[in-house]
């Protein structure tokens, strides 16, 4: 055994590997705040009978004359993936649905759909008018848009399965946010091409 007096040290003194762990207090997240307000939500039978408008402004189509989703998808030539589609939205709208009595669930869907609609315009919409290959922009819509969305997520306090995320494309595409084909290509919109 080794004894020591007197030392002075300025930093750690010990006989081995000394561990410091650093506690943050920094702010929850918006997604933890969520989080305890689903869980409130649900431990007191909360219930909600309105839309919030974060959500509302995404259900309602921007165009005046809204053309299908099967259409747009026609018109960006992904006539391949309108089954798909079709299905991915209805799982979207069913958990809509499903969550619809739940203010913070609504929250959760609105911050979704906008963070998908910003990265879509930012990172898919460049490689629809580069006209890249169908491969290509569903890599990216994969790599850009719905992982990024699900790892904000966090926790994931509805479950929310990346199916799901690429139903609200599909939702967003319906409703005239998104569009699948080059913008300045000129297309008629009344053929139903």
Excluded at 56 to 67: A, G, N
Aim: include cysteine; hydrophobic fraction near 40%; charge should be negative.
């Amino acid at each position: 055994m080794m004894e020591q007096r007197e030392n002075i040290v300025a930093g750690h003194m010990a006989g081995g590997d000394v561990t410091i762990t650093n506690v943050s207090n920094a702010p929850p997240t918006y997604m933890a705040r969520l989080k305890e307000r689903f869980e409130y939500e649900r431990a007191n039978s909360v219930e909600f009978r309105s839309v919030i408008d974060s959500l509302q402004y995404y259900q309602e189509p921007v165009d005046q004359e809204p053309i299908s989703l099967q259409q747009k998808l026609a018109l960006g030539k992904r006539r391949s993936c309108i089954p798909e589609a079709l299905r991915a939205k209805e799982l979207f709208v069913k958990c809509m649905a499903r969550h619809s009595l739940s203010e913070t669930a609504q929250e959760v869907m609105a911050y979704c759909l906008g963070q998908i609609n910003q990265l879509f315009q930012a990172r898919i919409v460049p490689l629809i008018n580069e006209g890249k290959a169908t491969a290509v922009v569903d890599a990216a819509l994969v790599d850009q848009v719905i992982q990024p969305v699900l790892h904000q997520l966090e926790e994931n306090i509805l479950g929310l399965m990346p199916q799901e995320l690429k139903g609200m494309v599909y939702y967003l595409t319906a409703n005239c946010f998104l569009w699948w084909h080059q913008k300045d290509a000129n297309v008629d919109l009344s053929s139903g091409a």
